[in-house]
């Protein structure tokens, strides 16, 4: 698989998401949105995971402070004020300024590399469609998006939608509408594959500092995500790395979907249209919880060595 594109809003699983990205695939970069928290803390985030991470390399870009078209919901009851709290980062003199050019910078990737564009979303999709709406061009060269968003019949921030498609609705219709290739991996799915509590002890056994990150940010976030249970807490974000990964861990439905962005009690709820024409979008409906953990295990102990 050639390289892929994150946007992000991190956010605890999107940290988890973006370092099993990293062990598993080859990232061109990061592109920062507001979701989670403010996107001067998401941006922020992004770059010192990587610094951490040991990926300088890897650039962070700053995106959009609010969804097209509506005030900014944030989630600072489940990530803290600072989108990551629970780890204390050694905030370097050196830290590097992050460009506010997610737009320009992708626009630049995409003219200049002219592969299949393999793009994977954690957060509310203002980022992906501000700039598909920009520029159409590139719409015929997406090979994947792989997203976390949406719900078939459930809710976490009501009890109809998902969070990231309750943000920023307008931009998760758009893109769902368009004619490509887009596996959503929502709530469905999201909400079985539990990561144990025994993860904190498994974080802390990588005697490494992003283990250290990691078992700090896992033991803010196991008592502040909402959908938690005695069994573990969802993971939402890293499960969409998976589907771009091994989609042969999930079972997907090919569907006609929309979003709702008129009626405020059911604002982001995700339904399937029914619809004659060919759907270039798949929803996960199911997952091999087993083997997806399994995996994302072994790719965070690559970033051990
Ligand atoms: O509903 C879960 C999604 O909302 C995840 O992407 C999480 O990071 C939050 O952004
Ligand atoms: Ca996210």
Redesign the pocket.
Known sequence: MPSVYLDM??????TLALLVALASLKVRGVTAVA??QTVDKTSRNARRVLDLAKFPEITVHQGAGKPLFRPLVT?PH??GSSGLDGYHFHISSEEQEIPADAQQWLEREFSQNLDDIYWIA???LTNVAAFLIGHPQYLSRIKQLAV??GALNQG??TPYA???FY?DPDAAHWVLAQEIPVKIVG?DV?HKALLSPYALERFSAFESEVGRMLHNLFAFYFKHEPNRTSQGV?V??VLAVGAMVHPEFFSWQRVNLMVERCHESYRGQMTVVPGAQNPSTEVAVDVDVDSFFEWMWSMLARLQS
């Not at 809003?9 to 999107?14: A, K, S, T």
């Open positions: 809003d991190p956010g605890h699983d999107d979701g989670n989630a489940v990530h954690t957060g509310p976390m968003g976490n921030i998902e969070f990231n943000v709530l999201t969802p939402h974000d």
